[in-house]
Nanobody
Framework: QVQLVESGGGLVQPGGSLRLSCAASGSITSINVMGWYRQAPGKQRELVAGITRAGSTNYADSVKGRFTISRDNAKNTVYLQMNSLKPEDTAVYYC?????????????????WGQGTQVTVSS
């Protein structure tokens, strides 16, 4: 009923930039918090950045000043602008959202994940 689809990952050299996008689709009524998480090989998934519907943001200390999260509520889309990338930013990046959607019979709130997009920072 609801999908989150990420795009924008890839291979970039240290110091480079990438912009990730995550679009939600389905019978969506509203989306509250949206966020980006990442998981590197052998490590736990960690929060990178989050943003409320009103635009309040929070960031992991490791990305403050380099990454910027934003969203377009009209498009049900969240973005992650990543600058000054480092090899330690290499990971699979996942979109996450708290979504209120209509099942056809009633409204339901879920926490939903995208499928992930690979970001590799290497020379």
């Amino acid at each position: 009923q609801v999908q989150l689809v990420e795009s924008g990952g890839g291979l970039v050299q240290p110091g480079g930039s990438l912009r990730l996008s995550c679009a939600a689709s389905g019978s969506i009524t509203s989306i509250n918090v949206m966020g980006w998480y990442r998981q590197a090989p052998g490590k736990q998934r960690e929060l990178v950045a989050g943003i409320t519907r009103a635009g309040s943001t929070n960031y992991a200390d490791s990305v403050k000043g380099r990454f910027t999260i934003s969203r377009d509520n009209a498009k049900n889309t969240v973005y992650l602008q990543m600058n000054s990338l480092k090899p330690e930013d290499t990971a699979v990046y996942y979109c996450n959202a708290d979504i209120l959607y209509y099942t056809g019979s009633y409204h339901r709130m879920i926490n939903h994940w995208g499928q992930g997009t690979q970001v590799t920072v290497s020379s």
